[in-house]
């Protein structure tokens, strides 16, 4: 079923100019003179691009994409193969490293992810919005230092290195929030 520019809403998937995009903003323009158009932000779901497209042609035609998201749990790593397993049906599937290096810096084994699909591409991994991860390496902890201090480096176990307050010590476990590429949100 094809829908047209008028029929785009925030959250909406499609497909066009053979990419799958997620509708982030969309409005509506009458203008005093000319005819209607359609202005719209788009996320490239395959790169993660934004786009601002404008659609001239309000009758043009496009084609809703069929995008399913599926609970997983994170098993472990063999090579540059990570498997997950479905945890409505049990089935194992593997990806890529390339296709989900993004989620892979805050993700540790047993943890439970949302795995987006279109058809049998995988287009992403979701992680939680904040996760507690071990710091495995820093600079020892200065005393008398405050949160707001200028803050360090710190390599947590999965890699990932954020700037933390200068209490923190190897071995701590934080809360780390992943909407902005990690950062320190708190003590676990």
């Given at each position: 079923m094809a829908i047209t520019p008028n029929?785009?809403?925030?959250?909406?998937?499609?497909?066009?100019?053979?990419?799958?995009?997620r509708v982030l903003?969309?409005?509506?323009?009458?203008?005093?003179?000319?005819?209607?158009?359609?202005r719209s932000k788009l996320?490239?779901?395959?790169t993660g691009a934004v786009n601002e497209i404008t659609?001239?042609?309000t009758s043009?035609?496009?084609?809703?994409?069929?995008?399913?998201t599926q609970k997983a749990t994170y098993l472990y790593a063999e090579g540059d193969q990570h498997v997950?397993?479905?945890?409505?049906?049990?089935?194992?599937?593997?990806?890529n490293e390339e296709n989900i290096k993004d989620a892979l810096k805050f993700m540790l084994e047993g943890m439970e992810v949302s795995v987006t699909t279109f058809g049998n591409e995988v287009l992403g991994v979701e992680v939680p919005k904040v996760v507690t991860?071990?710091?495995?390496?820093?600079?020892?902890?200065?005393k008398g230092a405050t949160a707001n201090g200028g803050g360090k480096p710190a390599t947590m176990e999965t890699g990932l290195v954020i700037q933390v307050p200068d209490f923190i010590n190897a071995g701590d476990k934080l809360v780390i929030n992943t909407d902005d590429n990690g950062t320190y949100k708190?003590?676990?």
């Open positions: 029929d785009l809403k925030t959250g909406l998937t499609i497909e066009y100019n053979n990419a799958i995009w903003e969309f409005q509506h323009v009458k203008p005093g003179k000319g005819s209607a158009f359609v996320k490239n779901l395959r659609f001239s042609n043009e035609k496009l084609v809703p994409a069929e995008i399913l997950f397993m479905n945890v409505e049906t049990y089935d194992q599937f593997a990806l991860l071990e710091v495995t390496e820093t600079q020892p902890a200065i708190s003590r676990a």
